[in-house]
């Protein structure tokens, strides 16, 4: 079912909330006080309508603060209670983004799929600029296709790392016609951080879009565990010849270590100047997200800046360390939850 208007002569499109996944707005829905935007060249308007017919998987619903286009109904979701975003604010150059922002919070995942196939990409993209600005988002970049890097825009899709889990699950960019078009926004107050990807899918009729929305938030510290000390890393070392270091992070996509991982890398420096004639493999792990060669690549990559790290900071020997990457090959829990891939996302010491 396709909702639609006509004034003054020009199409408008009706953004729809769909409140399903967010508790604070159930009992509104079910009230039926839900609303859905119209956005017009010049207004937009509160209008309420009835929901679409297409169903959401279940369990899931839009983000109350960046609606939906009529119309189109969920096909994938994800919800993390505390994650970081880059969302890139520039094209892709070549070997990085121009400009990304970034945010801490809840992070929600959504695609969505049309019931009509007809609808084309340039409208799906500016019924969502126009929804988003009327909502008082800032615009921090917008742009298709070659504007955004080459393989007209496939390249600035897949190096985000915005979106695919959805492109996995529901809908990967279309060989030929792709039609990437993106919006990257913040809400008035910069608590919400968008990335909105519209494009044709293989296997889809008609358009797709997968958002990535961060929701700014506070870590609850009672979820946060104690960093391993060295006595506790040299005891798993002991037992079990290996020990994993969650307190390791590193960028998006990437091999840069973040500033925070540098309590964890001195920890192991001072088990490595106390125990003098300790070796120790330093092994990358990835989750299951991704190609399975980018992810052996990556957590190699990302191995090496560790012991890097503790060459040029701490001043251990490199010959004393040997970078490994394991890629997804060895989780230590279900990949199926964005918990499971947190805990998968780690780097292991092992004695060698």
Not at 61 to 73: C, I, L
Not at 77 to 90: C, I, M, N, Y
Not at 161 to 186: K, P, S, T
Request: with cysteine.
């Amino acid at each position: 079912m396709k909702f639609c208007t006509r004034f003054q002569g020009s199409m408008f499109w009706l953004l729809l909330p769909t409140y399903s996944s967010w508790n604070a707005y159930v009992k509104n829905a079910v009230m039926g006080r839900s609303k859905m935007w119209l956005v017009g060249t010049a207004a937009a308007a509160l209008l309420s309508v009835a929901a679409v017919s297409a169903a959401d998987i279940e369990g899931a619903g839009d983000h109350p603060k960046v609606p939906r286009v009529a119309g189109s109904y969920i096909v994938f979701s994800e919800q993390s209670d505390f994650d970081r975003l880059a969302v890139p604010t520039g094209p892709w150059l070549g070997d990085q983004f121009e400009s990304l922002e970034r945010l801490e919070g809840e992070v929600l995942r959504l695609s969505y799929n049309f019931e009509d196939p007809s609808v084309t990409t340039l409208r799906v993209k500016r019924s969502y600029l126009q929804a988003l600005q009327a909502r008082g988002f800032e615009i921090l970049f917008t742009g298709s296709e070659d504007d955004l890097s080459g393989g007209a825009g496939r390249t600035f899709f897949i190096e985000s790392g915005l979106f695919e889990r959805g492109a996995r699950d529901c809908c990967r960019v279309a060989n030929r016609d792709r039609q990437v078009r993106y919006i990257a926004a913040r809400s008035e107050a910069g608590d919400v951080l968008a990335g909105v990807a519209v494009f044709n899918a293989r296997r889809v009729d008609g358009p797709a879009v997968s958002k990535a929305i961060v929701t700014a938030a506070e870590m609850d510290a009672t979820m946060d565990h104690q960093p391993l000390t060295a006595g506790e890393m040299e005891t798993g070392l002991l037992q079990e010849g290996r020990v994993a270091v969650q307190d390791i992070l590193f960028e998006l996509n990437s091999a840069a270590v973040l500033p925070e991982s540098a309590e964890a890398l001195a920890t192991i420096a001072e088990l490595m100047s106390e125990q003098s004639s300790m070796e120790l493999l330093v092994v990358g792990h990835t989750d299951n997200t991704g190609d399975f060669d980018y992810n052996v690549s990556l957590s190699l990559e990302r191995a090496q800046s560790v012991v890097d790290w503790l060459r040029d900071e701490h001043g251990i020997a490199g010959a004393r360390l040997q970078a490994a990457g394991a890629g997804m090959m060895a989780p230590v829990t279900s990949n199926r939850t964005e918990a499971g891939r947190a805990q998968n996302r780690r780097v292991e010491l092992v004695e060698r």
